[in-house]
């Protein structure tokens, strides 16, 4: 058996989002194969022809004889010519195509499996680009019509899918992503002089993820302002550090501190390495994703594993991510926004603190890259094996 799989995602440098699900995913069937020595007991060797667009980075799982990467052209239009082009060629044949990703290959008669983060260009259109928009509304239709299985992240995100596609609920399969950090929040930072690298107040509030309208920047910003103003004695110091590249139509979030009097206070860093990040989340008075919608929230996850408290909203698929460790607020209300974050700072070193983040140790264990990454190639297994 052949599997192949679109590595398009998975080998770009700063990985957040789809591209660090593609990263992870990637790198735990590799691990899985590489412990199994790559058998299947009575089929032979499974091997993995991995498509790529350009040369692999160093950090992506080393060649081996069951393991190949094979570079295709063109890279811009890699879904409609690239990549199905390359599948028609190669011979021997693949027995299934896994996409983690929107779209699937076109053109190919190959059992395709796919990824679907969320759906929230449906629910919420107005966040999104024109051409960006066009692209996911109508390429993910198509891929999902023709995908013998779906993988997302969250059961929410399962429910979206099938209600707003009207697809059959034994297509679609849930596999939670996992902390990409070690759990290890008793640790020492290993940057121990992280607040001073990227010069930040000892206080902060911390909140991850890219520069989008949906992450709801613009309100948490404003949330914080009234933070500030209205408990300026006891917390007047504290800062709120945003982490993110810049996405799409971010150009309000950025001027959002200066609009509501607080450009000293809120800093943005950009893309941060991610050996920084368990550093940043242990040193933060609490970590704060008011998210208009998320199919999972990763940062959420990485967040509770090192031992920090969550503001989350109290709708898409955070609370099942957050569980009882949240402290959950109304996302389009800013006043919500605002006492959440007062009841995670002020309870931080509290009985009720203490006890979230107990509560966010243990829900972070619930959820491993291990586990999603087992499910996956035994479902690509089934299909590559006719059973799909």
């Known amino acids: 058996m052949i599997i192949a799989i679109d590595g398009y995602e998975a080998n770009v440098p700063s990985r957040v989002g789809i591209g ?5 995913i990637l790198k735990g069937i590799y691990a899985l194969r590489l412990g199994q020595a790559s058998r299947i007991k009575g089929q032979g060797i499974i091997r993995f022809r991995i498509y790529l667009p350009c040369a692999p980075l160093a950090d992506m799982p080393r060649q081996t004889a069951w393991w190949r990467y094979r570079v295709a052209q063109p890279r811009k239009l890699w879904t409609f010519l690239g990549l199905p082009f390359a599948l028609l060629l190669d011979r021997p044949a693949a027995s299934v ?3 983690p990703t929107h779209y699937i290959p076109r053109f190919i008669n190959i059992p395709r499996i796919m990824s679907v983060m969320d759906i929230s260009y449906l629910r919420f259109p107005e966040l999104f680009r024109t051409k960006d928009l066009h692209q996911l509304i109508h390429w993910t239709a198509y891929s999902l019509a023709r995908a013998k299985r779906i993988f997302t992240i969250s059961e929410f995100s399962k429910s979206d899918i099938i209600e ?3 697809i059959p609920r034994n297509r679609v399969i849930v596999t939670y992503p996992g902390a990409t950090m070690n759990i290890n929040p008793r640790s020492k930072t290993q940057n121990p002089n992280i607040i001073a690298k990227y010069n930040l107040s000892k206080h902060y509030i911390l909140s ?15 949330a914080f302002a009234k933070f500030l103003k209205q408990n300026k004695q006891k917390f007047g110091s504290v800062e709120l550090v945003i982490v993110g590249k810049r996405g799409w139509l971010y150009e309000k979030i950025l001027s959002a501190p200066k609009r509501f009097g607080v450009a000293d206070k809120v800093k943005f860093l950009d893309f941060v390495r991610d050996e920084d990040l368990p550093g940043l989340y242990r040193e933060a008075l609490c970590f704060a994703l008011p998210s208009l919608y998320e199919g999972f929230g990763l940062p959420v996850l990485e967040a509770m594993a090192q031992g920090c408290p969550v503001v989350v909203s109290n709708s898409s698929s955070l609370p099942e991510i957050a569980g009882k460790a949240g402290v959950y607020v109304n996302p389009e209300n800013v006043d919500s926004i605002a006492q959440g974050l007062l009841s995670a700072v002020r309870q931080r ?3 009720q603190g203490k006890q979230r983040i107990r509560l966010g140790l243990e829900q972070a264990k619930k959820f491993s890259w291990e586990k999603a990454a087992k499910k996956t190639l ?5 299909v590559g094996k006719g059973n799909g």
Do not use: C, H, M
């Open 164 to 166: 707003a596609y009207d």
């Open 378 to 382: 035994e479902v690509l297994e089934e």
């Open 97 to 99: 195509v896994f996409s």
């Open 20 to 24: 660090r699900y593609a990263f992870e």
């Open 208 to 222: 991850v993820g890219t520069l989008q309208p949906r992450k709801n920047y613009s309100r948490l910003i404003e």
């Open 349 to 351: 070193n509290l009985i």
